[in-house]
């Protein structure tokens, strides 16, 4: 249990530091942890495909949750326009 609130605590803070980064401004809490965990999985991916281990640590998990936050809305604006 401890572990599912962890990821919704780094989830919720990766989300809306990407949307601080990307566009000014959050998506609202449920969108900020659903961002921030999908932005885990893919950070995670990218992370571990370029040899790299972030996740360690808290500030890991959460340098690797942006990582991949910050690339979903990056891809998301390319695909939009």
Same mark, same amino acid.
């Given at each position: 249990? &401890?572990?599912?609130?962890?990821? !919704? @605590?780094?989830?919720?803070?990766? /989300? $809306? +530091? ?12 449920? &969108?900020?942890?659903?961002?921030? !965990? @999908?932005?885990?999985?893919?950070? /995670? $991916? +990218? ?35």
């Amino acid at each position: 249990m &401890m572990v599912f609130i962890y990821f !919704i @605590i780094i989830g919720a803070i990766a /989300g $809306w +530091l990407a949307g601080k980064i990307m566009t000014g401004g959050g998506f609202g809490l449920v &969108m900020n942890i659903v961002l921030g !965990i @999908i932005g885990s999985v893919v950070g /995670g $991916w +990218l992370f571990s495909f370029l040899g790299i281990s972030a996740s360690n640590s808290t500030l890991g998990s959460l340098v690797t949750s942006l990582v991949g936050a910050v690339l979903i809305l990056y891809v998301g604006r390319l695909i939009k326009k």
